[in-house]
């Protein structure tokens, strides 16, 4: 009883740390070295001992692909599209970081959303196509660059066919899902199929956020984190329905990563665990299941990551090039070393759990 009010004390402290620090950071993405520094005095980290980052997510829109985003984007953020189209084609830019040193390797894909037509639809033929063109990139880059399989997990047996041939032929890493697509989130019977794949091979699902509708609309008068903050609300719905619509129970060995933009759902399924449809309760849940990138860069909300779903589910990961196309190993290390995180922590989280989440050698 003892441990377990212990265990209980912790975790709503570390949700509480979520929900206070969410607002002001969640979409911040400043430089480590202008935010707040915390637990300065729980780190054991050497700053002086590079640290090897693997970027989980990275995109990439092959020359071939018209990126269609730069078309259908607002008014007040198409300029920024345009710009992002030549940037998210040149492939001699996503190599360079890994050049430099900054980084040991990517793990890309491509975005289906980003070349869908307005009815936001892309033909099978093309997703096909893109599988075929990002596992000719991975050859091209052994070790530098590695693949996820992007598939329509809400077009049943055919997408998963698919998924099926982008790993076992392909060779491609794990697969890269739409979080959800109009009404649907992914523990709709449509995506079934796909995520069963995903179990029986034993790779990971990249759950990403879409911009859903209407609450996009409502949000772009308030700019980028009006629109991003309806991307982390529909990634968040998608965390709860796979963990409370009991697919992990009926799956359990499958691995789903979100991106910090679901940090609400992380912070209503871990405070009301308790209320959780699930005997264990949702946190024991998403411990096994769920791991969650660092995409917002901010010491809190990484230590309350850590905290809730332990060093071993989180991982590097910045949307490169579309949240920033700088370096993202020097604010990464300054993050988490204002977090508190041990030197074990921050190497897991740098490259270590994305190497055993995708079987790297």
Known sequence: MMNAEIERRRVLQAVAGLAGTAALAGLSQQPASAQQTIGKTMTDAKPSDPIRVIDFHSHHIPARFELTAARTAPPNQRARWEALARTLSDEDFLLKDIRDGHLGARVVSILIQLIADADGRVPHQTIMAMNDELAALAARHPGRIHGLASVDAYDGDRAAREAERAIRQLGLRGLLLECAQGDLLLDAPQARPTLEVAAK????????????????????????????????????????????????????????????QAIGGLAMAAGLSAQSRLPSGAIEVMRKNVFIDTTLFHPALIRALVDVLGADNVMAGSDWPVASDKPVRDMLNGTMQSAGLSHAEQTAIAAGNCSRLLGLR
């Open 201 to 260: 091979l034993g790779v990971p699902v990249f759950a990403h956020p879409i911009a859903p509708q209407p609450l996009t609309r409502q949000m772009t008068p308030y700019g980028l984190i009006g629109t991003l903050f309806a991307r982390g609300a529909v990634n968040s719905a998608a965390l709860i329905a796979l963990v409370e619509g009991g697919v992990f129970a009926q799956l359990p060995s499958l691995r789903v990563v979100f991106t910090a």
